[in-house]
């Protein structure tokens, strides 16, 4: 017997149907609503609305569990890569070797920009903001594959998506070299996608990158933890503008745009701008943290809190593991990694945020590698958008696979002036 769930509107009874997951989750199903009794719902930041059912990944915020298509991030963080990790979310298994060999070898066919780009890389003044640089330079990489733009067909999918993940690594590489009047890198079809990324941004002309193993491992860690999330504002926004039919590119280089956000991807930016304004300011985050709990201050302990996560991050905890040893390696001490520790600890003993369950998330020691590898705090978005372009692709690829989906058009209750007459402006008065 199908479970449902009784709502009584003007003393009538409705019936409405209940969805549950393949992990127990329950949503009610409000799709007739509408129809049947003329309300809507209204949930302000979509805290208790689910836009859709998934098959990618499962959060369970109050556990801190994090699965792609099953599979434990903890399992995949120590087991795997993040090209594999990017097999299996967007196609739903883990790949064979011959899977996998094919998935490689169109990445590298596929890395290289159509030279004409080079000449959208000059038209940025030398500050642009690489995630401005990141949005455009996705759809106007589309420009020059007309197949992209004829919308979704499966039998290119595998080739268009390819091409985005491989293609974000070299506008990424070359919009840092461009920031810094630096020649551009080729990528070298010897090295894999994360190496080449390295080599992209940091080879010079004089000398090759020096590719050191554990450095190559820790940011393909970070892609690897970084490649989807659920529902999360970017997903969102790619599936919003899926759900027209745009193309994939169009609807990377929305996701792109509404990851920038400091709310969201661009928290990993403002961690390490808080962290060496406290480590300037010469406080030992003691002072910060009584001005992240004060409304008035307009400050966040960035980094921490998560509208799913109401435990730790298993991410964040995955990444501080990798802190220390990265740095370690590299014989660097950090002293915002200090700081970063003695803020989480003072604040997961602080009844404010124990409170409201504020905890590390995955921005607030990312950074800190990010840092010990030499990559730019301008560029810590970009990382994550590279990270994250799996997730979205795989989330666009439901959307475009589900025959019955339809175009996302939330509603509204509109609370403005009611019906008025237009007046002469010689009549106005003003407000
Ligand atoms: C990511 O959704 C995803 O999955 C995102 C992500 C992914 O992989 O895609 O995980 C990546 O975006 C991680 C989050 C990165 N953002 C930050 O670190 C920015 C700092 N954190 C926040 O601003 C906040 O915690 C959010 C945006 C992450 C979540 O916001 P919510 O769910 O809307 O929570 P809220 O703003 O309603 O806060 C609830 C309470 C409020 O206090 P009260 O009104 O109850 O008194 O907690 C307070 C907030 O003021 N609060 C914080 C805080 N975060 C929430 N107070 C101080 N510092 C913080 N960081």
Redesign the pocket.
């Known amino acids: 017997m199908a479970k449902t769930a009784k709502l009584e509107i003007d003393g009538k009874i409705y019936e409405l149907p209940v969805v549950i997951g393949s992990e127990g989750e329950h949503a009610v199903d409000v799709s007739k609503l509408r129809a049947d009794t003329g309300y809507i719902t209204l949930d302000d930041?979509y805290?208790n609305t689910g836009s859709c059912v998934s098959n990618v990944t499962f959060?369970d915020g109050e556990k801190g569990i994090l699965r792609y298509r099953g599979y434990p991030i903890e399992e995949l963080a120590e087991k795997s890569t993040f090209i594999e990790t990017a097999f299996l979310i967007i196609y739903g298994h883990l790949p064979t070797s011959a899977e996998l060999r094919r998935f490689s070898d169109l990445l590298t066919q596929n890395e290289l920009l159509h030279e004409g780009m080079k000449f959208h890389f000059e038209g940025f003044p030398p500050n642009a903001h690489p995630m401005a640089i990141l949005s455009s330079m996705i759809n106007a990489a589309s420009c020059y594959h007309p197949r992209l733009m004829e919308g979704y067909n499966p039998s290119h999918f595998d080739l268009q998506a390819a091409r985005l993940i491989s293609k974000v690594r070299t506008i990424a590489a070359f919009a840092y070299r461009k920031s810094r009047g630096l020649p551009i890198n080729y990528p070298k079809p010897v090295y894999k996608y994360t190496a080449n990324l390295l080599h992209m941004m940091f080879s010079e002309p004089y000398q090759d990158y020096d590719l050191k193993p554990e450095v190559v491992r820790a940011l393909d860690l970070i892609f690897l933890l970084?490649a989807?999330?659920?529902?999360?504002?970017?997903?969102s926004t790619v599936r919003m503008i899926a759900s027209s039919r745009a193309n994939l590119f169009a609807c990377a280089a929305g996701g792109v745009c509404a990851?920038w956000g400091?709310?969201?991807?661009?928290?990993?930016q403002?961690?390490i701008e808080m962290l060496e304004e406290i480590h300037k300011e010469g406080d030992d985050g003691s002072k910060f943290i009584v001005a992240?709990?004060d409304?008035k201050s307009g400050?966040?302990?960035?980094?921490?809190?998560?509208?799913?996560?109401k435990n730790y991050?298993p991410?964040a905890k995955i990444i501080k593991e990798q802190c220390d040893k990265i740095l370690n390696s590299l014989h660097i001490t950090d002293p915002l990694l200090d700081i970063a520790k003695r803020l989480e600890d003072a604040a997961l003993h602080d009844p404010?945020?124990i409170e409201?369950k504020?905890y590390p998330?995955?921005?607030?020691y990312s950074g800190i590698i990010m840092r010990a590898i030499g990559i730019p705090v301008e560029m810590f978005t970009v990382i994550?958008a590279i990270g994250?372009m799996p997730g979205w692709i795989a989330n666009y690829k439901e959307i475009m696979d589900e025959k019955t989906s339809r175009i996302y058009r939330p509603r509204q209750i509109y609370t403005g002036a009611t019906e008025r007459k237009y007046l002469p402006i010689e009549q106005r008065t003003g407000a």
């Open positions: 930041g805290g959060i970084h989807d999330h659920e529902q999360n504002c970017s997903t990851l400091p709310l969201h991807g661009g928290a990993n403002a961690v992240a709990k409304k400050r966040r302990l960035m980094g921490f809190g998560h509208r799913v996560y991050d991410r404010y945020f409201r504020l998330n995955v921005d607030f994550f994250r």
